[in-house]
């Protein structure tokens, strides 16, 4: 019920995101060394697989203690209810986030997602470092194919209805949901109305038949 949408997927649908937010800690994650954001942030073009690409320079200075960074990024935050996170957001506030319903999500790419990296030895004191930051959507696509048990058959659907929906959705960590969400929530996702099932017997140009 918590899969992700797999790694290598393509975009699909060419929406961009609303918000990013860059959280830059220090090695054990104790002290926030930057933060910034970016509204409606542009991206570049896409990698091999069809994924959204966004290359962006930050200038901080670095203090010698420092040794490693640790990246955390998340996109679209005004998009899930519940998730408030800010520049005091701690790592274990980012990991533990969750969300309860979507906001005016138009595309694929305007869901939670989250990503987060390492960047390891910069206490070499380079003028430049460079790191990649893969993410992930916090949400699944869901599609239902229905099929007739064979041709000569008619199949009609009255009603299509999900249910034991869990409350809360994770941003980043794919931990057990039991102790924080309940599963009480039922939603209808067709119904006819006045006739207007989903049956095979309509013309194509007709027929709703197919994603949902």
Do not use: C
Not at 90 to 112: C, M, R, W, Y
Request: aromatic fraction near 8%; proline fraction near 3%; charged fraction near 25%.
């Amino acid at each position: 019920a918590m899969s992700r949408v797999t790694k290598g997927s393509s975009v699909g649908d060419g929406s961009t995101p609303k918000d990013m937010k860059v959280w830059i800690f220090n090695q054990d994650n104790t002290e926030l060394v930057d933060y910034y954001e970016i509204e409606n942030p542009t991206f570049s073009g896409s990698d091999a697989l069809g994924e959204l690409v966004n290359t962006h320079e930050r200038i901080f200075e670095l203090d010698n203690s420092i040794t490693e960074l640790n990246f955390y990024v998340v996109l679209n935050s005004v998009s899930g209810t519940g998730l408030s996170l800010t520049e005091s957001s701690s790592v274990n506030d980012i990991q533990n986030a969750t969300f309860t319903t979507l906001n005016e999500v138009a595309g694929d790419n305007q869901v939670p997602i989250y990503g987060e990296a390492k960047l390891e030895d910069v206490s070499v004191q380079k003028k430049n470092y460079s790191v990649t930051i893969e993410t992930t959507r916090a949400v699944s696509k869901l599609e239902l194919f229905f099929t007739k048990e064979n041709a000569s058959s008619d199949l009609k659907i009255n009603r299509i209805t999900l249910e034991n929906i869990p409350d809360k959705g994770l941003l980043a960590r794919e931990i057990e949901l039991a102790d924080i969400a309940n599963y009480d929530k039922t939603e209808t996702l067709f119904e006819d109305s006045n006739g207007k099932e989903i049956t095979t017997d309509l013309p194509a140009s007709e027929s709703p038949v197919g994603d949902f």
